[in-house]
């Protein structure tokens, strides 16, 4: 199955310099009675499943991680994660594609948790076949 999703425009830096659109998938996670959705910029460059923003670390509220973890970090070094698992589905229009169960890796320092979500190389190289970036056509093609 094939999943086409459009880039998203991302703006201008302060001084009028077009920031290159991103890549993203419409993603949702279930954990217990808890549900989110929403935009995934598409990150080769996270070592990791999903990197969360506050609306999906609010999911693991009162739940024990299942690990903790360190990546290594360009800007802050070597930073602990805890480690969560959540079902993840893919949103094409009406349709919810899953991609069964997928790791959250939330950071235990607060300056890292951000307001987008990314899809990193634990989820891509494992769960995708084939993933297509035309940033010509400014359209992801994912093939499950």
Known sequence: ????????????????????????????????????????????????????????????????PAARVNFENPLFGVSEFEVYTSEA?????????????????????PELVTGEVLLGREVINNKIKSLIMNAQEKHVTLEL
């Not at 229009?93 to 235990?108: A, D, K, M, Q």
């Open 89 to 109: 589905f893919l949103r094409n229009g009406r349709e919810h594609i899953s991609l069964g169960e997928v790791r959250i890796y939330v950071p235990t320092e």
């Open 1 to 64: 199955m094939k999943l086409k999703f459009q880039y998203v425009d991302d703006g201008y830096t302060v001084h009028g310099e077009k920031i290159p659109d991103m890549p993203v998938a419409y993603l949702i996670l279930k954990a217990g009675g808890y549900r989110a959705r929403g935009p995934a910029i598409i990150d080769t460059g996270f070592d990791g499943g999903v990197y969360p923003n506050m609306e999906i670390i609010k999911m693991f509220k009162d739940v024990e």
